[in-house]
């Protein structure tokens, strides 16, 4: 198939960067989204050209490298997918491919298509663990934890924290990020000890880094590639509120 | 409280809007129920509005929840500004291709839509709570002054019917506030914190079916008068 492809290039986090178009004649449908910027970054090389920077590493949708903001959707239009599990096949053949990098105030762009995301290790330093002494391996009796909060849990730690929320949030907001670290301690036993200074010192940093506000119009959910709720927002607020509260 | 020091973060602004909202999703309730007094749908209609309205100016309690309303309009206003304004610095570099994530078309809309209630509770109060406060001169039709709240039958049928364009930025503000209240209802609940399985389905229900029927309950005064004379 054939593509022709719009790519942000900026060659630093000071530079001002512009749209480069691209084409390509030999595509195949069983290529992956990434295997496709190899090729073309393959092309560039061999041409004397500068090849486009990134963001990359597991390529199978667990490690959260892979960003890509791809014709107006955060790893593109497949549901449920990241960058590096998404394939040619859900283009058309001569289809036009815009390709922005993550674009938020606190993502501030270092190269290309590669952004600068350790706001949410800044968030996760805030408060993002547990510190108590949870001591060694417990019989699995000794604490007895809901199936449905442990599951709920399981469910809120699967974010693997890309912030494709941030990029599809039209406040560029993380709040369903930092809801999902928020929910995976505070609904397990080990984690409800330090649950009120948690939320409180994430929340800080969170508005410290210059994310924008949830407006509650769920784009994260519908773009995060983990499926995470937006259950996770509304129980950080409550988290918060009991928090502030007592 | 706890003994982290207090900060006004995003979240704390967010819940204060939520509840603020919350009060005045209610109040358009009962100010709905007395309005429709205006209409006739019962013989004593106009002693009853009158009465309603000589109530709620004078009665001790409804004089101090009218204060608690009017904070919660300035304060929702205002943090609804605030938030805005920094929601729309956050993003930074705006992408080429608008987006096309899946989310509620009215939410898009809820800045725009607020600004024009909050424009047209400007003239709303011009017309009858500044007159009752004695800050703006009452109009004087077929020689009836229209001092107090007594007056307030005559003054909104003297205004529906002979001011067209008051009627149609009625008719325009209420529409707004249903794009608002369609996806502000739902969301003050989120926004509290009260997201369930079982329920939210029936709140977001209930919170269209709110969106539709309270303003078209407003509407339908200046509609009526606009169209009887």
């Known amino acids: 198939m054939k593509i022709t492809l719009k790519i942000w290039r900026q060659k630093n986090a000071k530079a001002k960067g512009k749209f480069v178009d691209y084409e390509l004649n030999e595509v195949s449908t069983e290529m ?3 295997e496709m910027l190899d090729a073309l970054n393959e092309k560039l090389i061999i041409s004397g050209g500068e090849p486009i920077a990134f963001e990359h590493d597991c390529r199978e949708g667990i490690c959260g490298c892979c960003s890509l903001y791809i014709n107006g959707q955060p790893h593109g239009p497949e549901e449920k997918t990241t960058t ?21 105030k606190a993502f501030p762009v270092m190269k290309d298509l590669i952004v600068d995301r350790n706001g949410f290790d800044k968030i996760m330093a805030a408060g993002g663990f547990v510190s108590i002494d949870a001591g060694s391996a417990q019989d699995s009796n000794s604490i007895l934890i809901k199936k449905k909060n442990s599951d709920e849990a399981f469910n809120s730690a699967t974010c693997i924290g890309c912030g494709a929320c941030v990029a599809a949030c039209k406040n560029a907001s993380a709040m369903l990020f930092v809801s999902a670290k928020v929910s995976q301690f505070a609904l397990l036993e080990q984690g409800k000890v330090e649950a009120k200074e948690r939320v409180v010192a994430m929340v800080n940093k969170m508005d410290d880094l210059g994310f924008g506000n949830c407006t509650n119009t769920y784009a994260c959910e519908a773009e995060c590639p983990k499926g995470i709720s937006v259950a996770n927002i509304a129980r950080m607020n409550r988290e918060f509120l009991s928090a502030k509260l007592t | 409280m706890s003994n982290q020091e207090f900060t006004f973060t995003s979240l704390t602004k967010k819940i204060t809007m939520a509840i603020a909202g919350l009060f005045l999703i209610m109040f358009l309730l009962v100010h709905l129920g007395i309005n429709l007094l205006i209409l006739p749908i019962t013989e004593n209609h106009k002693e009853m509005f009158t009465a309603a309205a000589h109530f709620m100016g004078t009665n001790w309690i409804v004089k101090a929840f009218e204060v608690v309303l009017m904070a919660a309009i300035l304060i929702h206003a205002l943090l609804g500004v605030i938030l805005q304004i920094q929601n729309w610095t956050a993003r930074g570099q705006a992408y080429k291709v608008k ?23 400007g003239l709303h109060f011009y017309h009858f709570y500044f007159i009752k406060l004695g ?21 909104a049928v003297y205004i529906f019917t002979n001011q067209l364009l008051y009627s149609v930025l009625y008719i325009v503000a209420f529409i707004s506030l249903g794009i608002h209240l369609n996806h502000a209802f739902q969301s003050a609940f989120q926004t509290l914190g009260l997201n369930h399985k079982k329920y939210t389905p029936t709140i977001k229900f209930i919170g269209k079916l709110y969106s539709i029927i309270i303003p078209l309950g407003y509407i339908i005064i200046p509609l009526y008068f606009m169209v009887m004379g």
């Open chain 2, 135 to 155: 800050l703006v001169q009452a109009p004087v039709v077929a020689n009836i002054a229209f001092p107090q709240e007594e007056h307030f039958y005559e003054l």
């Open chain 1, 32 to 34: 992956s989204f990434l």
């Open chain 1, 84 to 104: 590096c599990e998404l394939h040619m096949r859900s283009f058309k053949d001569g289809s036009t491919i815009t390709i922005e990098p993550f674009r938020a």
């Open chain 2, 99 to 121: 987006s096309k994530s899946t989310t509620s078309f009215m939410s898009k809309y809820i800045i725009y839509t607020g600004v024009m209630i909050f424009l047209f509770l």
